[in-house]
């Protein structure tokens, strides 16, 4: 019996938007008949199991938020996953490895050369473009060139690279010119949502939120994203118009930036909640009235945050902090279901959202643009028939 195996840093029960991510995919897989592996460095405590074969790595750093401690944690995942690869995968099975961490791929490698096997590498952002613009790698390190030969590797010995963009794919072809094994597939909704009106929301009553107009932040709150424009446009509406409220769900790198403005501006219009459980995403995507995107300038290329394909789902309006052009601007501008502001205009980010809290069938109509583009582009059954197609399983 050969096996298609999954390996990621990040699975089930993380809650993590990369693990959901993959925990959908070998979900939808295993219901298609195939026989499914997954090799993870996410600990499990819980007695909810899932039908098919999860091989944990110890980690002790895994809840690490620090440079350091991620670096530690990759490495325990990577000798773990490389001694299940050489001993526990044989030749006939087909590897899909995520690039959690982004040098995972170096395990497709080892297998293809000493076992003669085949992998599929999902490139999730662009390295060390991304390591680069969180500010985890200086610009002109040694390091740049070592990582994008390993990338350059990675990816030609590959089957297939999969990205998540159009704009990645251009990038990487750039980069990598000789390379024609790249192909895309986007992301989708991690949890189905029910469209609910946010009056009779559970979620919004237990927290306030159901007679204010409110702006949800739900996800990573990372490194690439524009959180410091999102933070003074908190500011600036805290004494400008103090009904618009803010909300955010998540954590990430620069959760203490938000923390930080909270305390020293004493911002009564921002409510910060930790991740909630995936079983009430469909009330917490829903208890609000449009919904932020944010990347940092020059991250529109390197990264497709996984928020947005909720964002659509649950039929709310859209608003991005993204560079004039970027894929996202594109994308929602074109099909009507949002606005986008350019990083670090929080004064014009501060009146777009003054403007729709005195126009809801604006915000509605835009909520319903968002909704029909979901269900026509972006659900979980489209990328399960793209990566079968891929991984050329069927």
Not at 302 to 322: D, E, Q
Request: one cysteine or more.
């Amino acid at each position: 019996m050969s096996y298609f195996t999954i390996i990621s840093q990040y699975f089930y029960p993380s809650e993590a938007s990369t693990s959901q991510l993959l925990t959908d995919l070998a979900d939808g897989l295993f219901t298609k008949d195939l026989e499914i592996k997954v090799y993870t460095g996410t600990p499990c405590n819980s007695e909810k199991s899932k039908p098919f074969a999860i091989l944990r790595s110890p980690d002790p750093f895994q809840k690490s938020k620090s440079i350091l401690g991620k670096l530690i944690s990759s490495l325990f995942f990577l000798l773990g996953a490389l001694f299940f690869v050489l001993f526990k995968v044989e030749k006939k099975d087909s590897l899909l490895i995520a690039s959690n961490p982004p040098y995972a791929g170096i395990l497709g490698l080892i297998f293809k050369f000493l076992k003669g096997g085949k992998y599929y590498f999902l490139l999730q952002d662009v390295f060390p473009e991304s390591a680069i613009l969180s500010g985890i790698i200086k610009e002109k390190s040694w390091l740049i060139k070592v990582f994008n030969y390993l990338i350059y590797l990675i990816c030609y010995h590959s089957e297939k690279t999969i990205v998540l963009s159009e704009s990645m794919k251009k990038l990487l072809e750039s980069k990598y010119f000789d390379l024609d094994n790249f192909c895309i597939i986007e992301n989708w909704s991690i949890a189905p949502i029910e469209l609910s009106d946010k009056k009779g929301n559970e979620f919004a009553i237990k927290h306030g939120l159901d007679n204010k107009f409110t702006v949800l932040y739900s996800g990573n709150i990372g490194r690439l994203h524009d959180i410091e424009t999102i933070a003074e446009t908190i500011k600036i509406l805290n004494k400008k118009s103090p009904n618009i409220q803010f909300v955010f769900i998540g954590d990430g790198a620069k959760l203490k930036i938000l923390e930080q403005y909270k305390n020293q501006y004493k911002l009564e219009n921002l409510l910060l909640l930790p991740f909630q459980p995936r079983e009430l995403l469909s009330q917490t995507l829903t208890a609000c009235d449009v919904s932020l995107v944010s990347l940092v300038k020059g991250a529109e290329s390197v990264v497709a945050p996984c928020k947005l394909y909720g964002i659509l789902a649950s039929g709310r309006a859209i608003i991005s902090v993204s560079e004039t052009g970027s894929y996202i601007d594109k994308l929602i501008t074109e099909k009507e279901c949002g606005i986008n502001c350019p990083c670090g205009e929080a004064d014009k980010l501060a009146d777009i959202l003054i403007d729709l809290s005195n126009s809801p069938n604006k915000v509605k109509n835009m909520g319903i643009n968002a909704h029909q583009l979901y269900l026509k582009q972006y659900r979980l059954d489209r990328a399960l028939k793209e990566y079968i197609k891929v991984l050329n399983l069927k």
